[in-house]
């Protein structure tokens, strides 16, 4: 089993030689202490703070990998330029409402909390993660989209086997995802998994829009190497940091811990975004950089 090399984080954010180099052979990064304890701890509250204001009646609906009927829900589809609660399978009534404790019903935040919450703001433009993307090869990196993954103790749901390309589409690939454990993660509750080396191989699938539908295209049959996916541990305050071709998931949380994530994803601002891509914006509401003007 390949081991993943862990950094500690930069002073200011720009990634080592010895980062590049694991980068460019395993196509994920694990920084520890990237982001302090107490702006965590923030997100974790103002996580908490939206699911309690949300208002089921105004709109909900389920997320999940394994059955990924979102995709042709209006709730999920608009969601690019706002900040919606999506529930876990299993967890919602005959009329699509939580039949549990909402916070225990929550399967992920989405999908722009990063330009519309001053609190996610605020850490997903940290000077440190500009620095660390422009480092990686983002020549214009533009913030595209942002969610918290929920998974509470003993019934969080498994994240399938996937790469980020797969759902964020540019020309030439771009997408580069940043990973923040917002509590301990490990094997226990469901920490991520990823294939070092994996980012070498083929884009297997391409989720777009085709006549009005979002649809799944296959692109390369070949199956994931499972086999060889190793586990990424990550203490709270630890990113993890995902190219877009890199097959990554997470096991469900069995344990009696919660393991909230905090996950933002930038593509280049000078590549071009696909019009087939399911996450759109309005016009008035480009995507922005890093910089508080954009």
């Known amino acids: 089993m390949t081991a993943i090399p862990r950094f500690a984080a930069t002073a200011d954010g720009a990634p080592t030689p010895a980062m590049l180099e694991t980068w460019d052979r395993d196509g994920v990064l694990v920084i520890e202490n990237a982001v302090p304890a107490a702006a965590c701890d923030a997100l974790i ?5 939206i699911v309690e204001a949300w208002d089921p009646a105004e709109g909900a609906a389920v997320f999940s990998t394994t059955a990924p009927r979102h995709a042709a829900d209006r709730w999920f589809r608009e969601s690019g330029d706002k900040v919606r609660v999506f529930l876990k399978a299993g967890a919602v009534d005959a009329g699509g409402r939580p039949s549990s404790p909402r916070l225990d019903a929550v399967n992920k935040l989405g999908h ?3 330009d519309l919450d001053p609190v996610f703001e605020r850490v997903s433009r940290r000077p440190q993660l500009a620095a660390l993307a422009r480092g990686l090869g983002l020549a214009d990196p533009l913030l595209v989209q942002s969610m918290v993954i929920w998974k509470p103790p003993a019934v969080g749901g498994e994240v399938t086997c996937h790469q980020d390309a797969t759902f964020l589409v540019t020309e030439p690939e771009s997408a580069v995802g940043f990973w ?12 991520l998994f990823a ?7 083929p884009l297997r699938q391409l989720f777009h829009e085709v006549d009005g539908a979002l649809v799944t ?16 541990p990550a203490p709270k305050g630890t990113l993890v940091v995902l190219h877009g071709r890199l097959p990554h998931g997470s096991a469900p949380n069995t344990s009696n811990r ?3 994530a905090y996950t933002l994803h930038a593509v280049d601002g000078a590549a071009r975004w696909h019009p087939g891509n399911w996450l759109r914006r309005p016009p008035g509401m480009p995507f922005r950089g890093f910089g508080p003007g954009g």
Do not use: Y
């Open 112 to 114: 722009a909390m990063h």
């Open 180 to 191: 923040l454990a917002l509590e301990d993660a490990d094997a226990g509750n469901g920490c």
């Open 217 to 232: 295209e296959t692109l390369d049959p070949t199956p994931f190497d499972v086999a060889a996916a190793v586990p990424l």
């Open 258 to 260: 919660s393991r909230m």
């Open 195 to 201: 294939i070092p080396g994996g980012h070498r191989g």
């Open 45 to 49: 509250e103002r996580s908490r703070a």
